[in-house]
Structure formats: structure tokens, C-alpha cells
């Protein structure tokens, strides 16, 4: 919903969003120093020795899915590279590549021809970032406090 004009409103989504970029970047970090927490379960898998009984975390269904990348993203930022891309990695699933530039963003998105969602994605991915931008753009512009 567009309620940047309601100025508790956009106060809440600004924090809301910081809080967002603050724990992303947290965890892209962990990640970085192999601490995410995908890390340590293919470590954990990948320690079990041939014929060893693996725990049954990595034969449930939960586990099984938490492996399934219907979205793969990849961050590609060079001053060479004007547009990049790649494939999906599961049959129904979309390859999302973006790059970051001081102006602007680009996205390439792909996806296999029969599904429908991609589409979809790309107009909400927009609509996101051009809400955020907003956001950004209005708390900049705001005076600040004279208290």
C-alpha cells in the first residue's frame, strides 16, 4: 500500500527497513567467514564417512526443501559488466541476477518458458525498490529536528 505521505506510517517502514538491510547484512557477513547456517549442515553431511548412518535430519522432508532454490540469486557488480545472467537451478525456479551501481540497479531474470510466475516477480521486485527509494528519498528530503 502507498501510505509514504502518512508520516508515522513511513517512520515505521524506514525503521522496518532498516532493521531488514542491518540483518541481511549480519548474515551476508556470517555467510561470508562460512558461518551460515547452510554451511554447517554440508559440513555436517559431508563428515559422515561412506557407509556411516547420516541423522535423520538429512533424510526428512523439511531438509530436503530447504535445499531447493526456486529463487538463486547472485550479485555481480563491475564497471565491465553491463548486463549478466544465468539460468535457473530447479525446473520451476527463476536465476535472479543483479547488479548494484551508484545510480541504478539491474536485474536479469530467468526462468524456464512454462512458468508463469517470473513475470509477476519482476513487477513486484520493481514496485518494491521503487517504494524504497521513496521511502529513502522523502527521509533525506525531511527537515531535521530542531530539538
Known amino acids: 500500500k502507498r501510505d509514504e505521505m502518512d508520516a508515522s506510517k513511513r517512520a515505521e517502514k524506514v525503521a522496518l527497513l532498516r532493521e531488514a538491510v542491518n540483518s541481511h547484512v549480519k548474515y551476508i557477513g556470517l555467510a561470508a567467514n562460512a558461518m551460515g547456517v547452510d554451511r554447517h549442515f ?3 553431511a559431508l563428515s559422515a564417512k561412506e557407509g556411516e548412518a547420516v541423522p535423520s535430519l538429512f533424510s526428512h ?7 531447493t532454490w526456486r529463487v538463486s540469486t547472485s550479485h ?36 524456464l518458458r512454462e512458468n508463469d510466475w517470473p513475470e509477476r516477480l519482476s513487477h513486484l521486485l520493481e514496485e518494491a525498490l521503487v517504494e524504497m527509494q521513496t ?7 525531511a527537515p531535521a529536528s530542531k530539538l
Open 76 to 111: 555481480l557488480t563491475h564497471p565491465r559488466f553491463d548486463s549478466w545472467g544465468y539460468g535457473e537451478v530447479v525446473p520451476d525456479g527463476v536465476g535472479l541476477a543483479y547488479s548494484i551501481h551508484p545510480n541504478n540497479c539491474m536485474f536479469c531474470i530467468t526462468s
Open 61 to 67: 522432508p523439511l531438509y530436503a526443501r530447504s535445499k
Open 135 to 141: 521511502l529513502n528519498e522523502m527521509e533525506l528530503a
Open 42 to 44: 554440508l559440513g555436517l
